[in-house]
T-cell receptor, first 116, second 111 residues
Framework: DGGITQSPKYLFRKEGQNVTLSCEQN?????MYWYRQDPGQGLRLIYY???????QKGDIAEGYSVSREKKESFPLTVTSAQKNPTAFYLC???????????????FGAGTRLSVL | LAKTTQPISMDSYEGQEVNITCSHN???????ITWYQQFPSQGPRFIIQ???TKVTNEVASLFIPADRKSSTLSLPRVSLSDTAVYYC????????????FGGGTRLMVKP
């Protein structure tokens, strides 16, 4: 079954701790994205990557880091510098070449991060 | 990026047709209009995309007038399971990294 897998579904972070959220896709998509969603709000872009070994900051990158060593994987690390990390984190992917109309992103099921 | 405006919330009853309108007055020539649906604690799901006139798929219809400054998502005969948040996005066709999700429209379908 093709899709995007995020893990874990729930994650708890202690003060001063770094935690890593996993995102894997088997859709052969080129671009991958991380969003943060706070209760009752829309999605805000944290980081995105259009090709392997390259990524760009989104609107709220401070306190987060990413890597893109493989096409299929785009892990997000929430560092201790992120003082308010409690949120719902969503990973998405998109095939970035081909049909110009296809700016369609496909999302994972999300990871809910809470601070202990 | 074209800014979009849509109602914060809407209520409907099962079996009714629901129309959600999105305003995008500064839409550019090569912008496309895309709608997503999000259920609680899930990622958004693509519903429909269009450039002009009318687009229909198995889930919804999208109506876009000639001036393209607004669009209307039409959900026929809604059911309780259509209760969700609906997002309207306007972006260039190949600008996936520039998508902006606003607050969306919370649709509540009642029995």
């Amino acid at each position: 079954d093709g899709g995007i897998t995020q893990s874990p579904k729930y994650l708890f972070r202690k003060e001063g701790q770094n935690v890593t959220l996993s995102c894997e896709q088997n859709l052969n998509h080129d671009a991958m994205y991380w969003y943060r969603q706070d209760p009752g709000q829309g999605l805000r872009l944290i980081y995105y990557s259009q090709i392997v070994n390259d990524f760009q900051k989104g609107d709220i990158a401070e306190g987060y880091s990413v890597s893109r060593e493989k096409k299929e994987s785009f892990p997000l690390t929430v560092t201790s510098a992120q003082k308010n990390p409690t949120a719902f984190y969503l990973c998405a992917s998109r095939k970035s070449v081909g049909d110009l109309a296809k700016n369609i992103q496909y999302f994972g099921a999300g990871t809910r991060l809470s601070v202990l | 990026l074209a800014k979009t405006t849509q109602p914060i919330s809407m209520d409907s009853y099962e079996g009714q047709e629901v129309n959600i309108t999105c305003s995008h007055n500064n839409i550019a020539t090569n912008d496309y209009i895309t709608w997503y649906q999000q259920f609680p604690s899930q990622g958004p799901r693509f519903i429909i995309q269009g450039y002009k006139t009318k687009v229909t798929n198995e889930v919804a219809s999208l109506f876009i007038p000639a001036d393209r400054k607004s669009s209307t998502l039409s959900l026929p005969r809604v059911s309780l399971s259509d209760t969700a948040v609906y997002y309207c996005l306007v972006a260039k066709g190949n600008a996936g990294n520039m998508l902006t999700f606003g607050g969306g429209t919370r649709l509540m379908v009642k029995p």
